[in-house]
């Protein structure tokens, strides 16, 4: 047995004997989060509560919970973002915690207060930090402090004219960001004056849908970078390690990633380092608890802090992967106090892991999603693949939420046999009744810029352009 295992297990039977993990967890959330979520609690002795709208009735993460309940119509602003019935529901089944997972109220620090006020713990970190480091605007500020470089740009913007003039100083192009959420949401490419006024509108208008927070400031838009993020884990005694980088540089026009991978290929031994080295004194500066991401932007030798989510990642598999670490029991653990029990040294990288979302987009249309009924479904296995999924034939998927169908996880002691391992696992996966992006991850994975590990944000555009110049539309068929 591994140290890395023997110390996984060693925790997990200390926390069911000493009875410090929770005895029962809502579950607030759906899809293929939620089921993981319920899988590491039951693999840690803890009950689990799901709760689901009315178009979730029908769902896998229903199912697997101990016990299940409605919050609402299929709409997330009545259902999955309706507080009151959340917390309700919690303290009626006598849950002592509530795990967020992402998007939702995984980043929202008032949430996160109410628990505390009901007697709740809340898995993530304490609200302040929440408020701090989930608002990107002040996020930025507090990380320039600790001496961490930051992409030039604003506070939050109160106005128009505001973000008019601020962009006029610091010259287009420029990126209108929302200050809470993510996933692309309430970001607006800018690169003329003329086209401010309706970007900032769009911007605050999704922002607001989303996370019911419009507020959104202005940064440089630097062209062409790598998206570099590193994982990190800090409990309530002190201790801080970060869990490696990963490279999330594949991403759509809407900033929404598509295929993640670790280690980041191609990235220098003195890069790898600075950045792991930003991403660690960023979390003791604030005192940071839980598991949390740190974005970068790299361009050439120049490493920029982008933001900061104060949650577990929708890519995190591929670092559980390489790591071989459960982040969400880690999670589970840093909120019923436990320490880490290890160090920097005992987390060590070994092999390779790549990810690919697999939505319910049309990438022939502009990667918009769809909605429908499954009738076909057969996910791929064998050596090495891995595939986080809530889906199953018959089921349907809402037009309410996120996309998101499945994340297949290819793992290989090499890149290479990680990319093999991907393509043939994207050759065996069948999902029919709804178009998805599985082809589209096939293409991208095929050329020479992704083999090579010579690839930046702009990488995914610029293969639609190709396409769409050969007569293709958005990609070839």
Known sequence: MTVRLWITALHSLRSIEDKTIFRKVLIANRGEIALRINRACQELGVRTVAIFSQAD??????RGADEAFCVGPGPAQRSYLNIPNIISTALVTHCDAIHPGYGFLAENARFAEICADHGIAFIGPRPEVIAAMGDKATAKRVMSEAGVATTPGTDILTSVEEAQAAADAMGYPVLLKATAGGGGKGMREVHARADLERAFASAQAEAEAGFKDGRVYLEKLILRPRHIEVQVLGDTHGNVVHVGERDCSVQKPSHQKLIEEAPAPNLTAAAREALHKMAVRACQAVGYTNAG?????????????????????????????????????????????????????????????IECRINAEDAKNNFAPQA??????????????????????????????????????????????????????LRETVIEGVATTVDQCREL?????????????????????????????????
């Open 293 to 353: 991401t740190l974005e970068f932007l790299v361009s050439n030798d120049d490493i920029y802090f982008m933001e900061m989510n104060t949650r577990i990642q929708v890519e995190h598999p591929v670092t559980e992967m390489v790591y071989n670490i459960d982040l969400v029991k880690e999670q589970i653990r840093v909120a019923a106090g436990e320490s880490l029990g290890y160090g920097q040294g005992d987390l060590t990288a070994r092999g390779h892991a």
């Open 57 to 62: 009735r029908e769902s896998l993460h229903v």
């Open 445 to 477: 994975l095929a050329s020479a810029e992704f083999r090579q590990g010579h690839y930046d944000i702009g990488f995914l555009p610029s293969v639609m352009t190709a396409s769409l110049g050969s007569g293709a539309n958005a990609f070839s068929a």
């Open 372 to 425: 429908g009924r499954l009738t076909n479904v057969a996910l791929p296995g064998g050596p090495g693949i891995r595939v986080d999924t809530h889906i199953y034939a018959g089921g349907s998927i809402p037009p309410y939420y996120d996309s998101m169908l499945a994340k297949i996880v290819a793992f290989g002691a090499t890149r290479e046999i990680a990319i093999a391992r991907m393509e043939r696992a």
